[in-house]
């Protein structure tokens, strides 16, 4: 398989291949921006689950239902 390339001496050429040169940095801030935002979306979420799994009560189970082991 040849790609035709032979020189990257003309890489201005090349904008039809990887036509988002020079947004590298916009698309990293991109993916950080999102990756910060859904970790302290899902700490936001798991603190209001533990904060409600510690305000329930357990239910008490009476010793009389539970079968003796075998």
């Known amino acids: 398989m040849n790609t035709g390339i032979t020189s990257v001496a003309k890489l ?5 291949v990887y036509p988002f040169a020079g947004y590298e940095w916009l ?7 999102f990756t910060l935002i859904f ?4 700490i936001s979420m798991d603190k209001d689950e533990s904060a409600e799994a510690v305000s329930m ?3 008490a ?4 239902t539970i079968a003796p082991a075998e």
């Open 57 to 59: 009560p357990i239910p």
């Open 12 to 16: 201005a050429d090349l904008t039809a």
């Open 61 to 64: 189970t009476p010793a009389a």
């Open 27 to 33: 698309f990293a801030l991109i993916v950080v921006a």
């Open 39 to 42: 970790i302290a979306a899902q």
